[in-house]
Nanobody
Framework: QVQLVESGGGSVQAGGSLRLSCVTS????????MGWYRQAPGKQRELVAT???????NYADSVKGRFTISRDNAKNTLYLQMNSLKPDDTAVYYC?????????????WGQGTQVTVSS
């Protein structure tokens, strides 16, 4: 069973920084396509950044230049460094993993970690 456990959320003032971590287990992390998503109150979940197993990285336009996604395959951990935070970044942030195996493609989600940015 694949498990994702996020940490690192919290409350900061605008302009501050946070680093989120997502530790995975139950799969071969290096083969997973990984990503961060977020969901603000009353809004749909949206993509923040992705990092594929092949090294391709993608960001939402709203976070380009401020957020950095990275992965440490040796530690089975995905990171999201968030700088210059804005109140609009307030949301629950979710770690996502997509695995491929003989049984097909599967999607897994963490429990989420709250990020609150005050003005």
């Amino acid at each position: 069973q694949v498990q994702l456990v996020e940490s690192g959320g919290g409350s900061v003032q605008a302009g501050g920084s946070l680093r989120l971590s997502c530790v995975t287990s139950g799969s071969i992390f290096s083969r997973n396509d990984m990503g961060w998503y977020r969901q603000a109150p009353g809004k749909q979940r949206e993509l923040v950044a992705t990092a594929t197993s092949g090294g391709t990285i993608n960001y939402a336009d709203s976070v380009k230049g401020r957020f950095t996604i990275s992965r440490d395959n040796a530690k089975n951990t995905l990171y999201l460094q968030m700088n210059s935070l804005k109140p609009d970044d307030t949301a629950v942030y979710y770690c996502h993993a997509q695995t491929s195996s003989w049984s097909g493609i599967h999607d897994y989600w963490g429990q989420g970690t709250q990020v609150t940015v005050s003005s």
